[in-house]
């Protein structure tokens, strides 16, 4: 589907780094990427083989992401999230750690076979969805019921109607549907997803079906790939009763080794949303990795656990996109 806000939002981006990357294919600047020393946690979501930004902006094309395996080969030394970890980093290069969120099929479908064709490791932080009966997560039916779904739906005793954006907005106090349901427990999102999850079937799978446990049992047997815990439902783990979250952490690291036969003791927070008392319910069920995207609080510098990660831009190219894995940003 044609949108020209996100074509117009690429076309600018890829602007904005011309320069860096004219200076790179014509060798000015490549003694940047052979020097700079140092290691990054990266976030990487679906893999898909075109249109990757029809229902969300975190997908990264097939080509694109084997393209930049080949760059990361050459210029990085990509490590597991153990050695990362333990800072068994290399010194004449930068340090690079894959991971992978929301245990989408088509990071078994496509990201398995390059791992193994490049030898390189990576982690997916998988949910517990299918224990749960689902093949989708709830956000994922949201983003493709902004594209086909009804411009009004009744949930409960509310009216939604889609606003400019075709994100659902309350009608009576003007939130929005998905920051509603990101603060509730599974049980109401489930209403939710019976009335709008017919519209999968408009998209293709590559966009939203999630692994089968005999896939993550395939994946988890590679040398290349390990199996974390993306939490069992996929809910917001900071705006759920500390109960709810300690049986949810619980129920997805048994559910996980089960599967794979191995130790999980690595988390990644759905959101990178946390508090404290989330970390030490983490630390509590035996995961001793936790990652989040960036750190919400005082003193998690200082938390052996606690590790940040940067998230891939799909709007920029690949040269771009070595550069903020350095600098940890995208300036």
Request: proline share 3%; charged share 25%; aromatic share 14%.
């Given at each position: 589907m044609f949108d020209p806000a996100n074509i117009l939002f690429q076309f600018r981006?890829?602007?904005k780094g011309l320069p860096r990357d004219t200076g790179f294919h014509l060798g000015l600047n490549q003694s940047f990427f052979r020097n700079a020393r140092g290691a990054r946690i990266l976030v990487y979501h679906g893999i898909c083989p075109d249109n990757h930004l029809r229902f969300n902006t975190l997908f990264v094309k097939l080509k694109t992401f084997e393209s930049r395996l080949r760059l990361y080969k050459k210029y990085f030394n990509i490590v597991s999230?153990?050695?990362f970890y333990r800072q068994q980093f290399s010194d004449k290069k930068f340090n690079i750690c894959l991971t992978f969120d929301d245990g989408f099929a088509n990071n078994y479908k496509y990201v398995l076979p390059l791992l193994e064709q490049y030898q390189v490791p990576a982690t997916f932080f998988v949910t517990g969805i299918r224990d749960a009966g689902y093949d989708i997560l709830w956000n994922d039916v949201l983003s493709i019921a902004y594209k086909y779904g009804p411009a009004k739906l009744t949930l409960g005793n509310e009216e939604f109607i889609k606003g400019s954006d075709k994100k659902y907005i309350s009608s009576s106090t003007g939130k929005r549907l998905v920051d509603i349901l990101r603060s509730t427990g599974f049980e109401e999102k489930t209403t939710m997803i019976e009335l709008l999850g017919s519209f999968k079937s408009e998209a293709s799978n590559d966009y939203w079906l999630q692994m089968t446990q005999e896939e993550i049992k395939a994946?988890?047997?590679?040398?290349w790939a390990t199996i974390g815990s993306h939490s069992y439902y996929h809910n917001d783990l900071a705006k759920i009763?500390?109960?709810s979250?300690?049986?949810d952490l619980a129920r997805s690291?048994?559910?996980?080794e089960n599967i794979t036969?191995?130790?999980v003791k690595a988390l990644a927070f759905p959101y990178g949303s946390y508090t404290r008392e989330v970390v030490a319910e983490a630390k509590n069920a035996g995961y001793s990795q936790l990652l989040a995207?960036?750190?919400?609080?005082a003193g998690d510098t200082g938390d052996a656990t606690l590790r940040e990660r940067l998230t891939i831009n799909p709007f920029i190219s690949n040269v771009n996109q070595m550069h903020a894995n350095i600098t940890g940003n995208y300036k």
């Amino acid at each position: 589907m044609f949108d020209p806000a996100n074509i117009l939002f690429q076309f600018r981006s890829r602007l904005k780094g011309l320069p860096r990357d004219t200076g790179f294919h014509l060798g000015l600047n490549q003694s940047f990427f052979r020097n700079a020393r140092g290691a990054r946690i990266l976030v990487y979501h679906g893999i898909c083989p075109d249109n990757h930004l029809r229902f969300n902006t975190l997908f990264v094309k097939l080509k694109t992401f084997e393209s930049r395996l080949r760059l990361y080969k050459k210029y990085f030394n990509i490590v597991s999230p153990d050695d990362f970890y333990r800072q068994q980093f290399s010194d004449k290069k930068f340090n690079i750690c894959l991971t992978f969120d929301d245990g989408f099929a088509n990071n078994y479908k496509y990201v398995l076979p390059l791992l193994e064709q490049y030898q390189v490791p990576a982690t997916f932080f998988v949910t517990g969805i299918r224990d749960a009966g689902y093949d989708i997560l709830w956000n994922d039916v949201l983003s493709i019921a902004y594209k086909y779904g009804p411009a009004k739906l009744t949930l409960g005793n509310e009216e939604f109607i889609k606003g400019s954006d075709k994100k659902y907005i309350s009608s009576s106090t003007g939130k929005r549907l998905v920051d509603i349901l990101r603060s509730t427990g599974f049980e109401e999102k489930t209403t939710m997803i019976e009335l709008l999850g017919s519209f999968k079937s408009e998209a293709s799978n590559d966009y939203w079906l999630q692994m089968t446990q005999e896939e993550i049992k395939a994946l988890s047997a590679s040398k290349w790939a390990t199996i974390g815990s993306h939490s069992y439902y996929h809910n917001d783990l900071a705006k759920i009763s500390i109960g709810s979250v300690r049986d949810d952490l619980a129920r997805s690291k048994q559910f996980l080794e089960n599967i794979t036969g191995k130790e999980v003791k690595a988390l990644a927070f759905p959101y990178g949303s946390y508090t404290r008392e989330v970390v030490a319910e983490a630390k509590n069920a035996g995961y001793s990795q936790l990652l989040a995207i960036e750190f919400l609080f005082a003193g998690d510098t200082g938390d052996a656990t606690l590790r940040e990660r940067l998230t891939i831009n799909p709007f920029i190219s690949n040269v771009n996109q070595m550069h903020a894995n350095i600098t940890g940003n995208y300036k």
